[in-house]
Structures are given as C-alpha cells and as structure tokens.
C-alpha cells in the first residue's frame, strides 16, 4: 500500500487530477467524491441538503446487490454535512433530518444485508454525537433527542439512546426517562407503553441509578420473566450492586440448551468473580466445559482450581465423553486440542454411524488430523460421510469436493489394516455405486 501512495505521488498532481476527471466522467460515484473534495464548506451543506430532498422523491428500488452502493452514496452524504459545517446547532438539526428520512431510505431498498441501517446506527449516530457533544443547550438537545426517538420504526434511532450519557449530563437523562415514563402510564396502546418503557430502560441503564431501572423494568411487565430478571441483575452487577444482581439472577430458573443460557451464564460467572466465590465458580465453569468443551473453557477453569488440576481435569471429562451415547463433534476436537488423539479415534470410532457430513466445517480438519497422525480408518470414515452427504443430497454445485473426497478414500484404503465391522473401501464403492450410480455427472467428473 505504501508503495503503491510513493508511485501515485510521484505522478505529480496535475497528471493524477487527469486521470481522476477521466474516472469520474464513468463512475457517478467517483464524479460525487471529486465534487465533495473541491466544494466549499457552504456547497457541501447545500449538497447534502439537495440530497436529503431528493431521497423523499427517489424512484426505483434498490436490490440487495446494490445496497452496499447506496451505503456508500449515504455516507458520502453525512461526510458532506461534516465537511460543510461544524455549527453543532446546525449539525444537530440535520443530522435529526437525515435520521427522519429513515423510512424514505429503508422502504425504498433492501437491506438484508444490513449494510443500509449500519450507516444509521454508526455513521449518523457517530456524527451527531460529534455535534452534540458541542450543542450548547442540552436541555433543548433532550428535547430534540425525545422528538426524535419518539417514533423508532425501523430501530435506527434508537441508538441515538445508546450514546446519550457521552452527550448529555445526568439530571437530562433523568428528566427524559421520567417523560417517557409519563408517557407510557397515559396511553392503553400496549405497544406504545412497551415502546416507552424500553426506551426509559435504555437511558436508566446509563445514569447509575440500578433502582429506577428495576423499577422501570417491573413497571413494564404485567408478569415476572427471566428476561425481566436478567436485565435487572445486569444493570445492578454493572452498578457494583453485587448483592442485588445476585438476588435477581437466582430469580430465574433457566433450563439447559435454552434461549438466553449463555448470557444467564456470563451474568451468574461475573457475579460470582465479583463475590469472590471460587467454588461456585469453578462449578459453573465446569459446566461450561461439559456443556461444550475448548480450550479456553479449559483454562478459565485451571485459572480457579490451579494448573495442577490440568492432566486430573482434561482426563476426567474424556472419560465422561467417552461413555456418552450421543456423538458431538466439539469433544473430539478438544480430545485433539489437549494431544488425545487415541481418545478422539476411539470417540469417532464408536460414533462413527452418527457421522453427519453436513457438519464439514468440524469434519475436515478432524479427518486431515486423523490422516496425518496415521489414523487411516477414523479418517476415512470422515470422509465417507462427507462424500455421502454431497450425494445424498444431489449437491451437483459440491460434485468436485465429492469426487476429491473419493480419490482420497482410493488413497486411504492402501494404508487401512483393519476394517474392523466397518465396510472395506471395495465394498463401500460397490454400495456407493448401487445407490447413486445415476447421478452421471458425479462418476464422470471422478472416472
């Protein structure tokens, strides 16, 4: 990159001006840039101005293919406003514009991708905070601030919300969650009121004040839930309310592998850092190995119990995942992680009809592990399995990775000395060939 700046520079500014007039009489885009750079601050505003106007009138729709384009064409517009003005009255109210024009710009496009709100919840809002950091009457910026996210549609406001404690002082926020509050007890509409409240949440979290936030979030359920609790017990725990985070998370009764475990978890785990309560927490982190073991679960444990425990530990939970009747993937890649290769054959071994080739992403580097600690069967099981997915589902597109899956399989069975019960490699080409000899494409790509 460094080079390639030296070659430019040294082309001299006359001869790269040339050739940037040529590009842009191609690219619209690159004509829009050139007239960003040479304007003047007063052009700049006027075109982002012109802009903004002419999105409310916009026709066509903009395919997700496009998206990004457009995103881009949308940003270029905020750095118009930045480059034009740095008034942060001014800078305030358009900013507020272009946030108003949100169902103009989201209705007109499709953001599957997500790349059209990422320039509301990052670009607008990081240049409106740079403003109203600036803005003089703070109090007129949290009306300001209230009108706008009053009506929140498509969710891109909200992160207005997000940042409100970097630009506005405490009483301010206050003030906001009580009009807000005001507003839900006045309305029967229960979304309004659901509407209102998460928005007081928002800004309660940011103030320090754990009380008001648990009572905003009490007032907005009709019935106790677990969500309700965890929210409250984090806003506590980030007060260093230790005791009460602890009180509201015991509250919940969570089952395993349901929604929200992992953040019931993380929340339970600071709480019991937070209390110092080692044994606790090495239970929990326990659980979290079995529940799916890594490295790094691994080690946040030994940091509690002490490395010593580290062979007593690694060995004692192989043995467990050994005796499971069920096969995950994620034990045999930890038995490979800590150097049990002899256990994650075995496992795999046992498991081995359970094989599900979809899952290639864990399967491939676990079969190139076995072939290259010499464990030829493990690895062609493997692979006979993401070769029987690829066929089974007709996945014409994956042939090739099929037909390279099958010549390793020819490989591996010269170095394979015991089948065990499991079909030798003639056998399995004979059944291969029984049950999709048809697809035609496959054995002409292979043959």
């Known amino acids: 990159m460094n080079k390639t700046r030296e070659k430019l ?25 050139i007239d960003h750079l040479v304007a003047t601050p007063v052009e700049n505003t006027g075109r982002f101005k012109t802009k903004l106007s002419r999105l409310s009138r916009k026709r066509g729709f903009v395919d997700w293919n496009k998206a990004y384009d457009f995103s881009l064409e949308l940003e270029l517009m905020l750095e118009d406003l930045k ?81 409100a404690h970097e630009y506005l002082p405490e009483k301010n926020l206050h003030d906001m969650v009580e009009v807000l509050r005001g507003k839900a007890k006045k309305t029967t509409d229960t979304y309004k009121k659901s509407h209102f409240l998460s928005k007081a949440k928002l800004l309660a979290s940011q103030v320090g ?153 864990s399967l491939l580097p676990l079969a190139a592990t076995m072939e290259r600690e010499k464990r030829y069967l493990a690895a062609t099981l493997i692979y006979r399995a993401l070769l029987l997915s690829i066929l089974e589902r007709g996945f014409t597109k994956a042939y090739h990775h099929g037909v390279d899956y099958l010549r390793k399989l020819d490989l591996l069975s010269e170095l394979v000395s015991d089948w065990h019960s499991h079909e030798s490699h003639n056998e399995f080409k004979a059944l291969l060939k029984q049950k999709h000899g048809r697809k035609y494409s496959f054995w002409q790509r292979y043959e």
């Open 83 to 163: 480059a034009g003005t740095d008034d942060p009255v001014k800078g305030v109210e358009l900013v507020k514009a272009f946030f108003e024009s949100d169902s103009d710009i989201l209705e007109m496009c499709d953001d599957s991708s997500g790349c059209i709100g990422m320039v509301f919840r990052h670009h607008a809002k990081e240049l409106f905070l740079w403003y109203a950091k600036k803005y003089p009457d703070k109090e007129r910026l949290s009306q300001l601030v209230l009108e706008l996210c009053s009506i929140d549609d498509y969710g891109v406001r909200r992160s207005l919300l997000d940042c």
């Open 209 to 361: 004040d754990p009380e008001l936030f648990e009572q905003i979030a009490l007032d907005g359920s009709d019935e106790f839930s677990s969500h309700t609790a965890l929210e409250i017990s984090r806003v506590y725990l980030a007060n260093d309310c230790v005791d009460k985070a602890y009180y509201w998370i015991k509250q919940i009764e969570i089952e395993e592998n349901s929604y929200g475990l992992y953040e019931y978890e993380e929340v339970l785990e600071a709480i019991y850092r937070k209390q110092g309560d080692n044994v606790k927490l090495a239970e929990l982190l326990l659980k979290k190995l079995r529940a799916m073991p890594t490295i790094e679960k691994l080690q946040n444990l030994l940091e509690v119990v002490g490395e010593d425990k580290h062979a007593e530990i690694v060995c004692r939970e192989i043995d467990l995942f050994l005796t499971e009747s069920r096969l995950s993937l994620d034990r045999a890649e930890f038995m490979v992680d800590v150097g049990h290769i002899d256990n994650a054959e075995r496992y795999l071994l046992k498991h081995a009809q359970k094989i599900d080739g979809n899952s290639y992403d």
């Open 9 to 33: 520079v040294a082309l001299g500014a006359e001869k790269l001006a040339d050739i940037l007039l040529q590009t842009a009489a191609q690219i619209s885009s690159v004509d829009d840039l």
